[in-house]
């Protein structure tokens, strides 16, 4: 199957003036410069399909939102190619524009204030060249989703923090998109907010079918949606595959859950690392490479009730490896 997006090689290096301190060195600047070079992003290379939803996640500074810039055509890579949808981003062609959407989660909804909702879902299609049929479908699919049917005849000034985010998601779709790159889409937001944010975006790959390219620093984002993971650090793609593989590549260590019959318990710490522990349960950390000879002496040596081996929850995992880097 042919890649919706396409990425070979990417590499985005950034140059930064450096000076000393003082009056002198400011001056000295004016006429040489010096400069260290930032590299942002090494040599990604990867590719989606259509309809998928891809989790993009790294640390902070690790090239997530310089990658999703090159990819939506903000930003010119120093070297590497992009082909989305057929198109080079940074050429910025009408018919590229008018299939994607960047939508940053710290982005607030603009416009005139005085204009009502529906006046600028209205703007929207004329500036994308919505034909009105199109225009009403969609419309009706966005407000059931976003449940806007109360707002579209509301001042964008009238709108509270969780309607505007509603609005504004209504406002980048309003032209259905084929591929969405969404950075930080949850950032700022409540609870409620969040677990409405996570429900529409998966409700709306599902039904309008479009590619995503999901950022974010909360791993329950990712794990809601995404089956597969690109992890990046240091501008460097580590990781590609399947969500579920992550933690099995990344942790040397799985989670032992037991729960024992017996009215004593026995010295949990002869059989792993213990994490927590209640009446008669205990979940142990055991190095992968032991827990069939552990599985095997606490099924010998206890009245095991009930057992599950996990793999440690991928927020554990990712901070360790935020923390640590990948080896």
Known sequence: ??????????????????????????????????????????????????????????????????????????????????????????RRESAFLR??????????????????????????????????????????LLVEMLDLERLLQRQLRALSLGERMRCGLALALIYQPRILFLDEPTL???????????????????????????TSHYMADVETLCKRILLIDKGRLQYDGELEELAATLSSYKLLKVAIADEVDPDWSGYGEVVEVEEHKVALRVQREQVAA??????????????????????????????????
């Open 188 to 214: 700022g937001l409540d609870v409620t907010a969040i677990n409405m944010m996570r429900r529409f975006i998966a409700t709306y790959s599902r039904e309008t079918g479009a590619t995503i390219l999901l």
């Open 294 to 327: 552990v599985t095997a002496r606490l099924l010998a040596e206890c009245a095991v009730s009930d057992l599950a081996i996990e793999n440690p929850p991928l927020e554990r995992v990712m901070d360790q490896v935020y923390r640590e880097g990948i080896a």
């Open 1 to 90: 199957m042919v890649s919706v997006i396409d990425v070979k090689d990417l590499r985005m290096v950034y140059r930064a003036p450096l000076r000393e301190e003082g009056l002198r060195a400011a001056l000295v600047s004016v006429f040489h410069r010096t400069y260290r070079e930032i590299y942002a992003v090494q040599e990604v290379s990867f590719g989606v399909e259509s309809g998928e939803v891809v989790g993009f996640i790294g640390p902070n500074g690790a090239g997530k939102t310089t990658t999703l810039k090159m990819l939506s055509g903000i930003l010119h890579p120093t070297s590497g190619g992009v082909r989305a949808l057929g198109y080079i981003p940074w």
């Open 99 to 140: 299939q994607i959407a960047l939508i940053r989660g710290s982005q607030p909804l603009s416009g005139p204030g005085e204009l009502t909702v529906l006046d600028s879902l209205r703007f929207q299609q004329l500036i994308y060249e919505v034909s009105d049929p199109d225009f009403k479908k969609n419309l009706a």
